[in-house]
């Protein structure tokens, strides 16, 4: 599934915000940089200050960088080797916000202090949902009297209910939908797990402009599946537990042998840019390979980045067809990034680094630990051969195989990325996306298979608890550029 | 590719031969075992005594154990657990053997030290070759007279000739080929990598039961690609060098998860039987895995091994078209299985366990380092989950993944395949086969692509080298038993 709302985790960080990186550091910058959380103030300010009478109800649903042109940047930066003084391309940032109620899509030049261009979206599509507007849709359902009597229907206690907003996909419809989410909740009481105990049936619409509830329908009462054997977290499981293994663990003695020089990471033969975005999470720019025969570095991707994470459900049902979520363009992939626990999300040996986000007032808030980059020692072999034919010597040659992982974790409602970009000695760049998280069930009246007889759109696997039916669909953009052929 | 004559390798073996493991050993045998030193110097009595005219000229081409009927077997396992003193099933080994020029496959009983069937295989297809027949099949060129003339016709020096055997397929001859293999040359002349320069177009026909040549042709002269560059040792690059990395290592302070009993190992929650055959190599059998809620143990595979390894050509020229290899049926995936290199092959934490094979006279080589078993700690994540949405707190729940691996390395002539059976906590396993190794290359007259107008069967990699296209079919046995159902 694929929606979310980590509205606390938001605001937990805010509190953390201002800790910022010295002005200075900006001679160094590299135009691929992500924007510096001074930037994201500057673009608050001009983008507030160039409508004074609407500051206060300005949303900023994206800020990053305005990518600049690939062929002035590539010849900046050749250029830039024998020249140093040669300006780089302009330094911008790319907005989205929601001003009078309308979306801008706004270009903001960072040296000149000023707005580049303003256009007014009138399409189909809505900009990212902030986690402020996710956070006060889910709540208007504690106010709603129609929704607090469905509770009491069920006899469900109003304070172990969470409630998250669904986007709603696109139907066919030929006029806009504006921008609205429907609302579904779920039950705690005993359990962490909610995502095991939907509460089904109610369908809940605001319209996230006027942030009310537009619609609201209790269709049938539909069992919350039990909250016995959900809890995941290790403090909670109980005997017996499996084997427990010894410890194991990776030591560099010497260090890494990655360097990391602001955004740029060097490794092995590998030199490669690497940025963060709200939208995409990750982007790896500029990744070359130095060729030792040649002594030059040969290009191998432009930019690489998760464009989209398509997540369509095949439940018709009122309740769940409209399910079929972008999880990069309506939740945002690295807006979604969740903090890496040291030693378990990375081996021993991992480097973390954060990144900034732009809060829904335009105000940078720090992630902290948002990349982990570790040396894979997997025990895998790169290349190797023993010949027997060329006696005396038995001739064994093996060159084990070690790699550089980038890693982060987006966590979008209950299913968490694993979005690893692996670089390998032999050239090539692997990327793969782990799948984990809690699975998205759907409540049912079913207890036992042999009750089943119409399409449930989903598997029986426990008691009032049917797994739906979905795809993660990962798409990438990637710009390869391999020995400049593009 | 997959022709093989580990002769030199095979011989040097043949020296460390009768180390041989203690017989009161054998009260502990399991009945899936692998036949110990002991029990093929029995079997090779049995058999030569069964012949007493013409023991000289008995060679065995493949000795293993014969596996007991699976119901007996389990039906055993469960009983032995509650009456130790139920008797096993027959012990027995399956002998293909050659024995007044024809083959039979025996099956000979190791408790009662007879031999319990003795069929003679008439059909298509031939035992197994033994390094023995290999290396005399392949030195015969040496006093062939047209065969030293063609390499002087070449300019090439016959003390840096290496020749090889190769089996010739099937093509939909209506009457058998016999035992014939055809010979084909490299030469070495200032490289260690022979296979790089194949001495091309000449074809030398040999009749494995006669050992002579019964044909020979040496067609056209096809130029011998060059030995710079080919070198692959280590000691024998030269600067520039590419950035070296500093060391990384795995440590397990408190010693390996797993326990080695005899051919059993147990790790986390697995439980399998370990064994070796000259054929198929690594056998895993009776993998189970423990259901701590259940309190059992749970059956997931009863016997799992590579069944074939077929590598077919798509070369159609008189020296070519006939190589379409049964790596294990013709070579013997675990006769050219190689010694681990420690620390390369497999990491720090590996533990090693060596095998036996059968000589062409019946007796027993110790194959030392033939598998290798570590847990792999790879930095991946088994499972993980962030919960956002319960304040106050962040719930981070995460499990890193950890696996073990066991492997071995066959390398067949000039390929070499890692073959990795990995065992995860979640209840899978993963079989891996890492092809790697030395390309099959083939002599040719071009020199670059622009010359070639017509089809070459392959790619033209440098000066008179085509890579030969061909495809490698990896097929597994895999008698899946989840939950015993069959």
């Known amino acids: 599934m694929a929606h979310s709302s980590k509205i606390f985790c938001c605001f937990s960080f805010l509190f953390s915000t201002l800790s910022i990186i010295p002005l200075s550091h900006q001679l160094e910058q590299h135009p691929l940089d992500s924007l510096t959380p001074i930037e994201f103030i500057r673009v608050q300010a001009i983008v507030n200050q160039s409508h004074p009478t ?71 599509g809505y900009p990212l949902l902030t986690f402020e507007e996710q956070n006060g849709a889910s709540q208007l359902v504690f106010n709603h009297a129609p929704f607090l009597a469905a509770l009491n229907k069920r006899g469900l206690k109003v304070e172990e209910v969470i409630c998250e907003t669904f986007a709603i996909g696109w139907f066919g419809e030929t006029k806009q939908n504006g921008r609205v989410v429907k609302v579904m909740c779920y039950y705690l009481d005993g359990t962490v797990n909610l995502y095991m105990r939907p509460i089904e049936a109610i369908t809940v ?13 209790d269709r049938l009462v539909v069992p919350v599946p039990k909250a016995a054997g959900t809890d995941y977290r290790e403090s909670e499981q109980k005997e017996p537990f499996g084997p427990e293994l010894k410890g194991i663990t990776v030591v560099q003695p010497d260090g890494p042998s990655f360097i990391i020089d602001g ?6 033969n590998w030199d490669f840019h690497l940025s963060f975005d709200a939208r995409v999470g990750p982007v790896v720019s500029l990744a070359s390979i130095y060729d030792t025969e040649k002594q030059e570095f040969r290009r191998v991707m432009y930019r690489g980045f998760v464009s989209e994470l398509f997540v369509p459900y095949m439940d018709l049902t009122e309740e769940w067809y409209y399910r079929t979520f972008f999880d990069a363009g309506e939740y945002g992939y690295g807006l979604c990034a969740v903090p890496l626990e040291p030693l378990r999300d990375c081996p021993a040996n991992a480097v973390y680094m954060g990144a900034y986000v732009a809060a829904q007032n335009g105000m940078p808030i720090e992630m902290p630990n948002v990349f982990c980059i570790f040396e894979r020692n997997a025990g895998d072999v790169m290349w190797r051969h023993t010949e027997t034919m060329i006696p005396p010597d038995l ?8 790699s550089l992982v980038v890693r982060m974790v987006s966590t979008v409602g209950n299913y968490d990325y694993i979005n690893d970009w692996e670089f390998k000695q032999i050239g090539s760049i ?29 598997t029986l696997l426990a008691e009032n608890t049917l797994g739906a039916y979905h795809d993660h669909f990962i798409t990438y953009h990637l710009d390869l550029d391999v020995d400049g052929c593009e």
């Open 54 to 124: 609407t500051t206060n109800d300005i949303t900023f649903q994206y800020i990053g960088l305005n990518e600049p042109d690939k062929q002035a940047l590539i010849s900046w930066l050749q250029n830039h080797r024998t020249t140093p003084i040669t300006a780089p391309p302009p330094r911008q940032a790319f907005v989205i916000a929601r001003i009078n109620h309308q979306t801008h899509e706004l270009v903001v030049d960072l040296l000149y202090d000023n707005i580049v261009s303003d256009h007014i979206h009138h399409g189909f």
């Open 205 to 217: 619409t605001v319209d996230l402009e006027a942030m009310k509830i537009t619609h609201f329908r």
């Open 263 to 268: 955004s740029r990471v060097r490794w092995a």
């Open 395 to 402: 001739i064994t040659e093996v060159r084990p195989d070690m």
């Open 430 to 458: 692997k990327v793969t996306v782990g799948l984990t998280g809690l699975l998205e069930v759907r409540g049912s009246k079913y207890t036992h298979k042999d009750q089943i007889d119409e399409e449930v759109y989903g």
